[in-house]
């Protein structure tokens, strides 16, 4: 699906295949992971080297690597060819392992750090001195159990962030809407948006978003100070249709 994604792509004008990339970055650049983002500026100001490993076509990867600070980007190729692989699992660890071998000058002197969220980046975790593991309580837990399946290795330290869970009381809602994150956001501001927009999800906590309208209750929204992971892919496309027919077509917009 990925590659047919990128096929479509590249056949596009290119003024559109810039725009598609501009509103991709953008949205992600609210998403990231605060944790996560005070970790790697904290470890660049230490002398950390950070490269960005991920599955994502490099076409905007390469772009996103510089919001978090990273010198290199390992990514899928953006454009497909003969051969091509998406860096998923054992080709990211295989990725991972050529370019240390490019830029560490001794296996003795490379203390590695791998930050990840998904079981499919325990082949990567094979490298790793140390690990950052984040998601809800109830991933971290699998990923450690996960963990612990591996063959011994160099990994001695684990550091969990929960990113999804709520944050405590000092934290606020966030809401989905227009394809893009707000918060954090407190029950007026929440109100007034509702008040505007009929099409929109709630963060409920542990990755979950429920579709919320106007003078609907929020009660089982969680409060939390950065933003959560993003809508499905197809939450997000059901939405969007949604409000295509009641708001574009049929001018429906309370």
């Known amino acids: 699906m990925k590659r047919r994604v990128l096929d479509w792509f590249w056949r596009q004008d290119p003024h559109l295949?810039?725009?598609i990339v501009d509103r991709t970055v953008n949205r992600l650049r609210h998403?990231?992971?605060h944790p996560v983002v005070t970790l790697l500026e904290t470890a660049g100001r230490n002398g950390a080297r950070i490269v960005l490993a991920t599955a994502a076509p490099d076409i905007y990867a390469e772009r996103v690597k510089s919001l978090i600070g990273a010198e290199d980007c390992l990514a899928t190729p953006?454009?497909?060819?003969?051969?091509?692989?998406?860096?998923l699992g054992e080709a990211k660890a295989n990725a991972c392992r050529r370019w240390l071998k490019d830029h560490c000058l001794s296996d003795a002197k490379c203390q590695i750090t791998v930050i990840t969220d998904h079981p499919d980046d325990l082949p990567l975790l094979r490298l790793a001195d140390s690990a950052v593991v984040q998601g809800s309580a109830r991933t971290l837990e699998a990923l450690e159990h996960e963990i612990q399946q591996l063959p011994e290795g160099k990994l001695t330290k684990?550091?969990?962030i929960d990113v999804l869970s709520a944050q405590g009381p000092d934290g606020g809602y966030w809401l989905w809407f227009d394809d893009r994150?707000?918060?954090?956001?407190?029950?007026w501001e929440i109100r007034t948006i509702l008040s505007k927009h009929r099409h929109a999800?709630?963060?409920i906590g542990d990755g979950?978003?429920?579709r919320i309208g106007p003078g609907q209750s929020f009660n089982a929204a969680v409060r939390r100070h950065d933003c959560p992971r993003p809508p499905s892919m197809r939450m997000r496309l059901a939405m969007h249709l949604r409000r295509r027919i009641l708001r574009d077509w049929l001018g429906m917009y309370h």
């Open 17 to 19: 295949r810039e725009a």
């Open 31 to 33: 998403t990231l992971s």
């Open 78 to 87: 953006g454009r497909p060819s003969a051969g091509w692989v998406e860096l």
């Open 158 to 160: 684990i550091i969990k």
């Open 181 to 187: 994150p707000e918060g954090p956001l407190d029950d």
């Open 201 to 203: 999800y709630l963060y």
């Open 208 to 210: 979950k978003w429920h």
